[in-house]
Nanobody, 122 residues
């Protein structure tokens, strides 16, 4: 079991920045991957970014590439998502999720946080 607690959402104007945090506890070793997935009202879930627990390798969705940075603090068991140059279309509930790698690029997100709202105004 892995428990995830998110924080850091809020409201910001376009062009601003926010940092989300996801603190993990429980079975966090092995081939675990921590990811951020977002969902805007009336839209499907969208992959944002992920980081591998062991080697810190990262991968980003096309819509956030170059603007968002995912990182991990080993000592705090926390994954961060630094969101820069925010746009109104980034408005969504952001979920932290974790799970094992089950293929070359496929992650099974078994564990989810409660979600945190990010609102970007124009």
């Amino acid at each position: 079991q892995v428990q995830l607690v998110e924080s850091g959402g809020g409201a910001v104007q376009a062009g601003g920045s926010l940092r989300l945090s996801c603190t993990a506890s429980g079975r966090t070793s092995g081939n675990l991957v921590i990811g951020w997935i977002r969902q805007a009202p009336g839209k499907e879930r969208e992959f944002v970014a992920r980081i591998r627990w062991t080697d810190h390798s990262t991968y980003y969705g096309d819509s956030v590439k170059g603007r968002f940075i995912i990182s991990r603090d080993n000592a705090k068991n926390t994954v961060y998502l630094l969101m820069n140059s925010l746009r109104p279309e980034d408005t969504a509930v952001y979920y932290c999720a974790a799970g094992p790698t089950i293929g070359p690029t496929l992650i099974r997100y078994d564990y989810w946080g409660q979600g945190t709202q990010v609102t970007v105004s124009s």
